[in-house]
């Protein structure tokens, strides 16, 4: 199993571009979640989708959207990027249904720079 | 109050000390529990879960929950340099229903030397 993936692991934006980040998990899951952590702010959650065809908002999820293309897949779009992405991106999964069910299981992480 | 609260450190230890790790919380937050470890440029990495009170141990780590005091605290026996990393504290908070939303500390970095 290879868990949670993201993809890129690095990317380079200019001002106003936009790109999608990908996530996918292979844990069967019901929950995802995509989060930012920047330094002496900890892990802030953006969105998050507790099953499938749901999706809400986070704690900071202004210039983000997100879409839950099926139970695998979460995806974070950023339509007119800003300096103040400029961030670590991780997505994350856990299952529903039990108390260990909470347990959140990270991907590698993207690294955005936005110049 | 924060509704989890770490202290950043960072918190040095020599090589084969106890290192111990806290994790005070609000009265807002459930009682499931979660220890992340996050090293340095990567993910953070999951090594323990309590949900109820007293101890629960795996390996050279111990979770102990005091619900009555509200913290939750980590120790590291025989700490080694590879556990040199940022221990983040992650709770479930009440009314979150089946999102498995989790509220994260800022995390305490920890100095193992040898």
């Known amino acids: 199993n290879a868990g949670v993936t993201q993809t890129p692991k690095f990317q380079v934006l200019k001002t106003g571009q936009s790109m999608t980040l990908q996530c996918a998990q292979d844990m069967n899951h019901n929950s995802m979640y995509w989060y930012r952590q920047d330094p002496g702010m900890g892990l802030r959650l953006i969105y998050y989708?507790?099953?499938?065809?749901?999706?809400d908002k986070g704690e900071v999820p202004n210039g983000y959207n997100v879409s839950r293309l099926n139970k695998r897949e979460f995806s974070l779009r950023l339509e007119s990027a800003a300096p103040s992405q400029t961030s670590v991106y991780f997505c994350?999964?856990?299952?529903?249904?039990?108390?260990?069910?909470?347990?959140?299981?990270f991907g590698p992480g993207t690294r955005l720079t936005v110049t | 109050q924060k509704e989890v609260e770490q202290n950043s450190g960072p918190l040095s230890v020599p090589e084969g000390a106890i290192a111990s790790l806290n994790c005070t919380y609000s009265d807002r937050v459930s009682q499931s529990f979660f220890w992340y470890r996050q090293y340095s440029g990567k993910s953070p990495e999951l090594i323990m879960s309590i949900y109820s009170n007293g101890d629960k141990e795996d390996g050279r780590f111990t979770a102990q929950l005091n619900k009555a005091s509200q913290y939750v605290s980590l120790l590291i026996r025989d700490s080694q340099p590879s556990d040199s990393a940022t221990y983040l504290c992650?709770?479930?908070?009440?009314?979150?229903?089946?999102?498995?939303?989790?509220?994260f500390g800022q995390g305490t970095t920890l100095q193992v030397k040898p």
């Open positions: 994350a999964s856990s299952g529903t249904g039990t108390s260990s069910s909470y347990e959140q299981y």
């Open positions: 989708s507790a099953s499938e065809g749901t999706t």
């Open positions: 992650a709770v479930v908070p009440i009314g979150s229903g089946n999102t498995g939303k989790l509220i």
